[in-house]
């Protein structure tokens, strides 16, 4: 990660022989800033004291997976032109993949596979990363790249996206929200934090989610929204 992070400087800093301009993928301080952000959010969620505490609270759960997918992800490609502007598959392959690793290991099978082998736990990080990468992709293309470079029709479409990818997650926050009993064995009897009982903690989980994918998928929905807009405006006979 160092040589990563030194490297990135390198390409931060700006080269007499070619302006940013004329390099897609050159990277610039907001970039890497990004970039950064981005690996950091990956550390609290995967690495920091506050993740070994979702053994404890599954509000604490849902916020390693929130940063992962919703934080980390989408600043990761903020910060890599090269990443960012590869051709990869298509975008509803991109939701199904963040739809399906979302609605997947909430399953109570995955989810205890999860709390129980370190293993599978890894692998459940590292897919919730993995697939934000993939769900982000062609959102960030959309906000980031130039109107010029990106048609109208799919920077409507990102809206769609964005706003479908509310519904199983939103149907899975209710859930947990309003269910009167826990759906993970595991924090029944799990140390509980902030002396929760284990619905309340279920509850306090299920409200993050739902409020936290909200914003996070109406803020650039709203972003993309006001460039399509303003674009129209600009092109408009007086």
Do not use: K
Not at 97 to 120: D, R
Not at 160 to 189: K, Q, V
């Amino acid at each position: 990660m160092t040589r990563l992070a030194r490297w990135l400087s390198a390409q931060a800093r700006p080269n007499r022989a070619s302006e940013p301009s004329m390099s897609p993928n050159f990277i610039n301080t907001r970039q890497l800033t990004a970039f950064m952000s981005g690996l950091f959010s990956v550390w609290i969620a995967a690495a920091s004291p506050l993740a070994t505490l979702d053994h404890r609270s599954l509000t604490v759960h849902m916020l390693n997976h929130l940063l992962l997918m919703t934080v980390a992800a989408p600043l990761i490609l903020a910060g890599m032109p090269i990443l960012r502007n590869a051709r990869l598959v298509h975008p509803v392959l991109c939701w199904l993949a963040g739809t399906a690793t979302v609605i997947g290991w909430h399953l109570p099978a995955a989810f205890e596979l999860a709390l129980q082998s370190h293993w599978a736990h890894g692998v459940e990080a590292a897919s919730f990363l993995l697939a934000g990468l993939l769900f982000w992709w062609p959102v960030v293309q959309a906000v980031i790249q130039p109107l010029s470079s990106v048609t109208m029709s799919p920077r409507w479409s990102m809206v769609l996206y964005l706003f479908l990818a509310t519904l199983p997650c939103d149907i899975l926050s209710a859930f947990l929200a309003f269910s009167n009993r826990p759906a993970y064995p595991h924090y029944r009897s799990a140390n509980q934090l902030f002396s929760l009982s284990p619905v309340q903690d279920q509850q306090c989980a299920g409200a993050l989610m739902w409020v936290w994918v909200t914003f996070a998928y109406l803020i650039p929905a709203v972003i993309i929204t006001m460039q399509i807009l303003s674009a129209r405006d600009e092109h408009a006979p007086f």
